[in-house]
């Protein structure tokens, strides 16, 4: 392979510079091969087949085929050249194989690899390697595994008309096929609606055919997204593990659930990072801080946390990186600052870098105690980026992660709460860098990875029942299960930047990282747009997580801006907040089954070839149809609605027919939401204007049903816990309320049952059980078979019962509740 020479100190690429960091450009050159017209590989061979308790082993001439099945929808395919040692360690893979009894069918032609409906079809001569989940083609090698120069590749053939995905962050539009996308994670400063690298560079790959192809190697390469156009995906990369999972299942919730089940599932985040975050580049002092948290409680604003970007330990942006202590002439008294927060309710979270500048209070430290990563002679290797002359810590070195370790641990005594990892691609990584466990090249795609994989440790092992909050911009295959925020970047502060951020949040979320989300009102740029700022504030309602945070020439906090648009923004934060109860339910299925927040359209329809690269609108959560506002001065929006149920307009009620197309009025107070017939929708009652999460407790709720006479049954439920609690299921430190309806010709029935956990402390609940579109006055009302009283409100169809769920009644009544409504 030949390497384009990069400059002094770059990692195959061109340096620039911007006022949040520099970034690199992957220019790893391409592999070409010419292979004859038949898309087989006509030189391997098979010279043995041996079928072990775990896994089936085929010999061919040119080396050794593992066939590892993980489950009945996982099977892992990897190859051993001849003359390489056994591959190593995977840095995604938790899964342990699955006790599953495969059979093994040969024939003087192929051979079948059967574990329950997944196969794995080898053909001999010419050999080649299929795979067919319940009897169906899902994809094939097309010449399996080569090596050429300094380059290897693997490639599979594809369809006509598949539509791919993934492949990491990216701004490319939903369907991802005709790229070829660099495997390097890469800052893209001020990007737009086109970025080809960024961040998370992902070796993952989804078919709309209802496959994930999963590339088990961290060294930098390149997906190939049929860029040729010959119907032909192929990975490529300059060394390391030749593995790969298939991953198969019968809809989309299923083949996410297995990646995660393969590479590990998101723990629960805290209950307050749901909330709204004071952020912005940055906070120079403690008195700004105050002042700033003091503005949000005047304006009667929700807000939960406050983030220190880079001059909590500098008062300038260059020449401090490192030093990772608080700035004592602008923070005099931190531990007193973040106390008084803490007794308003308000987390305090940190930013910290990798990296410790040459001019850092740190930098004898850590040379001294042998932290950074070396030349190859042994020594600090020192280099030039945007902050300053820099070593990078070696986080692959365990006595390196003790060291970082501790200083998490001593800001954690000074009560911080959170910790934003910043530049942790790494932003500017050389080549020539060496760590413990390998060249730069070879980890830096794993580098955030294992980074958040050290805080998460940290807490699990001195603060195990403490859940971390861990936001960071970088990471890989299955970064999700050290509990990491990922954020998109330093987006552009235009509609354009908005316009990107619905399909990158999609795309992660079925990668696993279902908590990504963007800079609300963008990052990079002055641009004072009221408007955008207000529509990305409304679309953040309905995004993962909720943080305005943009360069401080323009104000991100909603309490500094103009009197119009900051009462919009609090409506869109008061919306956030009453919606904490359903969010949160999101938050606990995804922990579960590893099921995204924000869901594509093809989860509804994922035949509809017509949803393949739709990323307009979107599912929030099973419930909600979220269409975003991302051109200036739009007054209508043509929305399609799937074609599971009829859908309800959130704030009018007006009804459309499910699998149709309208043309909507849009509003300057929201953006068009709607809700599907048949959800129950739990939220915190408007009247009780939280100040931030820790004054929500689940003792009074509004619990509203979307009834529509085509809905005979339906269910839904709450999840309930402390919100702090590490594994709180698991310890039976929580509740779950499930809602059922059935309705009949001339009744509709509501169900109320509760499963506490051992350790849960029940609590009396106030419910208002609102059940919207009842077209004509009901006739009574029963609970427990006795008549209450209702109201209904002819102009909304809305009927109010209100319910009081004592904590005893739970065990009188079997834990359930049940209302009767007669029509």
């Known amino acids: 392979m030949k390497k384009i020479k990069p400059p002094r100190g770059a990692s195959y690429g061109t340096f620039y510079g911007a006022v949040h960091g520099a970034s690199y450009l992957l220019g790893l050159s391409a592999v070409l091969f010419c292979v004859p017209g038949a898309a087989q590989n006509v030189h391997r061979v098979v010279t043995q087949i041996d079928k072990k308790p775990a896994a089936l082993e085929v010999k061919t001439n040119d080396g050794l085929y593992i066939f590892t099945p993980y489950s009945s929808s996982i099977i892992e395919t990897t190859f051993i050249p001849n003359g390489e040692a056994k591959t190593t360690p995977s840095h995604a893979v938790v899964l342990t194989p699955q006790h599953v009894q495969p059979h093994l069918k040969t024939s003087a032609s192929a051979i079948d690899y059967v574990i329950d409906e997944l196969t794995v079809h080898i053909q001999k001569v010419p050999f080649q390697i299929r795979y067919l989940y319940k009897n169906k083609l899902l994809t094939s090698e097309k010449n399996g595994y080569q090596k050429k120069d300094a380059s290897e590749s693997v490639d599979f053939n594809l369809d006509g008309n598949e539509a791919l995905y993934g492949a990491g ?12 996308l660099p495997l390097y994670n890469k800052a893209h400063y001020g990007y737009e609606e086109h970025s080809e690298q960024m961040n ?17 190697n961290a060294a930098i390469g390149y997906l190939d997204l049929d860029s040729k156009k010959n119907n032909e995906l192929a990975y490529e990369t300059i060394s390391g593990r030749k593995t790969y999972q298939i991953i198969a299942g019968d809809n989309w919730t299923d083949i996410v659930a297995n990646y995660t089940s393969l590479t590990g599932r998101q723990p629960l985040p805290p209950r307050w990072a749901f909330g709204n975050f004071a952020s912005r580049f940055g906070y120079h002092s403690e008195t700004e801080a105050r002042s700033i948290l003091e503005k949000f409680k005047a304006e009667q604003i929700p807000v939960d946390a406050i983030i220190f970007d880079l001059y909590w330990f500098g008062k300038d942006i260059k020449g401090t990186m490192g030093n990772l202590a608080f700035d004592q002439d602008n923070f005099p008294q931190p531990q007193k600052m973040i106390a008084d927060f803490s007794a308003q309710g308000v987390k305090t979270i940190l930013i910290t870098e990798p990296f410790v500048l040459t001019t850092s209070k740190k930098w004898q430290e850590a040379v001294g105690q042998h932290v950074l990563a070396t030349d190859k002679d042994g020594a600090p290797f020192k ?15 365990p006595h390196a992660k003790a060291w970082f370790w501790n200083i998490y641990k001593n800001l954690k005594a000074q009560g911080v709460a959170g910790w934003w990892g910043d530049l942790g691609e790494p932003e500017v990584h050389p080549s020539g860098v060496q760590h413990k466990t390998g060249s730069a090249d070879q980890v830096h795609n794993v580098y955030g990875h294992e980074w958040a994989k050290l ?4 807490y699990g092992k001195e603060f195990p029942q403490e859940r971390p909050f861990i936001l960071m911009r970088s990471g ?11 954020w998109s970047g330093d987006v552009n502060r235009t509609w354009g930047g908005l316009r990107s951020q619905p399909e990158i949040a999609l795309q992660m979320g079925m990668q696993g990282m279902a908590y990504m989300h963007s800079d609300l009102g963008g990052f990079a740029g002055a641009n004072l747009d009221d408007e955008l700022y207000t529509r990305w504030l409304q679309y953040g309602v309905f995004q993962p997580i909720f943080r305005p945070h943009a360069q401080e020439e323009v104000a991100s906090e909603p309490v500094l801006r103009e009197p119009a648009t900051k009462a919009l923004a609090k409506a869109a934060i008061q919306l956030r907040y009453r919606m904490l109860p359903y969010n949160y339910t999101l938050a606990f299925e995804n922990n579960q089954r590893g099921i995204p927040l924000m869901r594509p359209l093809f989860y509804a329809e994922p035949q509809n070839a017509r949803l393949y690269g739709n990323a307009d609108s979107y599912l929030w959560g099973n419930d909600f149809l979220v ?32 699998g149709s197309t309208h043309v909507v009025d849009v509003s300057a107070d929201h953006i068009p939401v709607f809700v599907r017939a048949g959800a129950f929708i739990p939220l915190i009652p408007a009247q009780l204007n939280i100040q931030n999460t820790s004054q929500y407790s689940g003792k009074e709720l509004e619990l509203h049903y979307y009834h529509d006479q085509s809905v005979q049954q339906a269910h839904g439920q709450l999840y309930d816990d402390d919100g702090t609690t590490a594994h709180a299921f698991e310890q039976g430190a929580s509740a779950l309320l499930k809602f059922n309806s059935q309705y009949h010709s001339d009744s509709l029935t509501i169900a109320l049952n509760v499963v506490n956990g051992k350790n849960y402390q029940t609590a009396d609940r106030a419910i208002d059980l609102i059940v919207h579109n009842i077209k004509t006055r009901p006739q009574r009302v029963f609970v427990e078979n006795k008549p209450v009283d209702f109201s209904w409100d002819e102009r909304t169809g809305q009927l109010h019962v209100q319910l009081q769920w004592r904590k005893h009644f739970d065990k009188q009544f079997n834990n359930q509740f049940v209302a009767k409504i007669l029509m």
């Open 169 to 180: 962050a990216r701004a490319l539009g939903m369907n991802r096929r005709g790229y070829r």
């Open 200 to 216: 998370f560079g992902i070796p993952l790959v989804f078919s709309s055919k209802m496959y994930g192809i999963h590339f088990d």
């Open 383 to 397: 280099y030039d980026f945007y902050f300053g002359n820099t070593g990078l810590i070696d986080i692959f070195d």
């Open 455 to 458: 805080i998460a440790d940290g």
């Open 476 to 486: 890989y295959s299955g970064s999700q299960r050290f509990g990491m925020i990922p």
């Open 627 to 658: 269409h975003p506002i991302l051109q200036a001065g739009q007054s209508k929006a043509e929305i399609y609605f799937p074609a599971q149920s009829k859908w309800f307009d959130f704030y009018t009620g007006y009804a459309y027919a499910a």
